[in-house]
């Protein structure tokens, strides 16, 4: 059993910041990418970052320069730094995680259970 958490969401005014924070636990042999998606009202989810366990990142156009991703691979916790953020970034934020569970297994997806993020105008 593999379990992601997320916290750090929640309410804020444009131009504010916001840090997310989602944290793997559970049987765990070994983490590849970490990655956040996000999904706004009425809109398909988007992917927003990933960053592999090597630490290559890749960010969706968009959100370059407000959004920084990072990791922390000895707490198997990734983090979304928001800055400057805007009425259209409100969405459900979730994580995940491709996490092998033994030395045989290939790695597969776990998603965290999402943090809503609300920036008003």
């Known amino acids: 059993q593999v379990q992601l958490v997320e916290s750090g969401g929640g309410w804020v005014q444009a131009g504010g910041s916001l840090r997310l924070s989602c944290a793997a636990s559970?049987?765990?042999?070994?983490?590849?990418?970490m990655g956040w998606h996000r999904q706004a009202p009425g809109k398909e989810r988007e992917s927003i970052a990933f960053?592999?366990?090597?630490?290559?990142?890749n960010y969706a156009e968009s959100l370059k320069g407000r959004f920084t991703i990072s990791r922390d691979n000895a707490k198997n916790t990734v983090y979304l730094q928001m800055n400057n953020l805007k009425p259209e970034d409100t969405a459900v934020y979730y994580c995940y995680a491709d996490i092998a569970i033994n030395y045989r297994g290939y790695p597969s997806r776990s998603w965290g259970q999402g943090t809503q993020v609300t920036v008003s105008s």
């Open positions: 960053i592999t366990a090597g630490g290559t990142i």
């Open positions: 559970g049987s765990i042999f070994s983490i590849d990418a």
